[in-house]
């Protein structure tokens, strides 16, 4: 019953990282590092109006990562946990989502800021950041609660 | 160069909304209203202490957007702008993200709350939410600075 989906990617995304080790664990810890979206040029009316936001959020593939564990050790701990109580790349479907600060808009570069993602990683979509509707309070932090969570963490090769 | 991605679905999301007209416009919107995720059954290893997170985002597919278009009036105005500034579900890849409350886990079934997807959607990936790497302070939030984010908006039919 369930079918396969196709998708075809909307762009390439574009930033200083160029192996899965050393990049920065989310974009909180890649704050100030510059990146550009080079947008496939067909879809360049579907930037009208972007420029109006401060933040976006990608959604796009994660590349390197070419197998998939249910069970991971995640960067920021020394504990194994199921994939999807995880933000690791190695998960059934291999989708990352980063909300990153926009620059500026070059026709169809997008030049962002925040970035946590290697270089020429394909972008499947790109949405506004709207705070009123997507932060959140939580009351459980799970795993992540016991964690220092210092600042410049970065990437290494464990899920290659 | 760019190349299809080829996805398959991880689950399916169980709502109370049947059509694409009336469902809460983001998961503001939408609550106190419960749904749940039937998780494939050999991805079972992988909810291993998601119970522990109070907010999960999920990644889907918009199954009911059937066409695409660059520029789009949103359920939130009536003025058009490019897809991608806006969250509408006819983009380019049909792909919506919503962070809900998990409130139980029952073997494969997730039991969720503020749920502002339509029942049957696909669901690609989902994730821990933790507001200290994914809360942002915005300076711009584009053409939703003129609106009256009035409680309680619903779907209509237009993307359909």
Redesign the interface.
């Known amino acids: 019953m369930?079918?396969?989906?196709?998708?075809?990617?909307?762009g390439?995304i574009h930033s200083p990282f160029n192996t899965v080790s050393g990049v920065p664990i989310?974009?909180?810890n890649g704050k100030g590092i510059r990146g550009s979206i080079e947008l496939?040029l067909d879809?360049l009316?579907?930037?009208?109006?972007?420029?109006?936001?401060?933040?976006?959020?990608l959604?796009y593939?994660f590349h390197l990562a070419t197998r998939h564990s249910?069970?991971v050790v995640p960067f920021m701990d020394t504990e194994?946990?199921?994939?999807?109580?995880?933000?690791s790349p190695s998960?059934?479907?291999a989708?990352g989502?980063s909300?990153v600060r926009l620059v500026s808009v070059e026709r169809n570069l997008l030049h962002i800021e925040d970035v946590d993602i290697i270089d020429g990683t394909?972008l499947?979509?790109?949405?506004?950041?709207?705070?009123?509707?997507?932060?959140?309070?939580?009351?459980?932090?799970?795993?992540?609660?016991k964690k220092d969570?210092s600042d410049g963490m970065r990437s290494d090769d464990r899920f290659r």
């Open positions: 369930i079918e396969p989906i196709r998708l075809t990617p909307i390439v989310q974009p909180l496939n879809l009316e579907g930037l009208k109006d972007i420029e109006g936001f401060s933040h976006i959020t959604i593939v249910l069970s194994a946990h199921g994939i999807f109580a995880t933000r998960r059934p479907n989708l989502i909300t394909p499947l979509d790109m949405k506004p950041f709207f705070p009123h509707f997507d932060n959140r309070t939580t009351d459980k932090i799970g795993w992540l609660a969570i």
